[in-house]
């Protein structure tokens, strides 16, 4: 047997394996209500190993930044962080609803809550192997 035939197919296996590993977890913590001890233990459950595995790798070799881009990439940061500060801290208008008000209403539902969780461990998983 073609050893990269072999190879490929454990591969896809594998990512088929994490692929429901996670879609079993996502429906079993979407069960949880939302702001409730269960469902910090649900994001805890995965967040930290995934925080654990992303501090102990060593990155890839990559460009350095120049100060220009990091100084744009900042501003936005600062920007967004502060127009969401002001918002969270302001009088409760709904001409002008912060992040967590607008995501409400899709993560009161399980099946919403059920694609918040495959985001946010994709999200988790996409910057571990970065």
Same mark, same amino acid.
């Given at each position: 047997?073609? *050893? !990269?035939r072999t190879t490929a197919n454990g591969t896809r296996l594998r990512r088929a394996g994490a692929v429901a590993a996670v879609l079993v977890y996502a429906l079993v913590a979407a069960l949880c209500r939302p702001?409730?001890?269960? !469902?910090?233990?649900?994001?805890?459950?995965?967040?930290?190993?995934?925080?654990?595995?992303?501090?102990?790798?060593?990155?890839?070799?990559?460009?350095?930044?120049?100060?220009?881009?990091? !100084?744009?990439?900042?501003?936005?940061?600062?920007?967004?962080?502060?127009?969401?500060? !002001?918002?969270?801290?302001?009088?409760?208008?709904?001409?002008?609803? *912060?992040?967590? *008000?607008?995501?409400?209403?899709?993560?009161? *539902?399980?099946?919403?809550?059920?694609?918040?969780?495959?985001?946010?461990?994709?999200?988790?998983?996409?910057?571990?192997?970065?």
């Amino acid at each position: 047997m073609d *050893t !990269a035939r072999t190879t490929a197919n454990g591969t896809r296996l594998r990512r088929a394996g994490a692929v429901a590993a996670v879609l079993v977890y996502a429906l079993v913590a979407a069960l949880c209500r939302p702001l409730t001890w269960p !469902a910090l233990g649900a994001v805890l459950a995965v967040g930290l190993p995934l925080c654990w595995v992303g501090v102990r790798r060593r990155p890839r070799r990559a460009e350095p930044v120049d100060r220009r881009s990091a !100084a744009v990439w900042c501003a936005l940061v600062a920007l967004g962080g502060a127009v969401e500060l !002001a918002l969270r801290l302001g009088p409760d208008d709904t001409a002008h609803p *912060t992040l967590s *008000t607008l995501a409400d209403p899709l993560l009161g *539902t399980y099946p919403g809550r059920v694609l918040g969780y495959v985001l946010w461990i994709g999200a988790g998983l996409w910057l571990v192997r970065r």
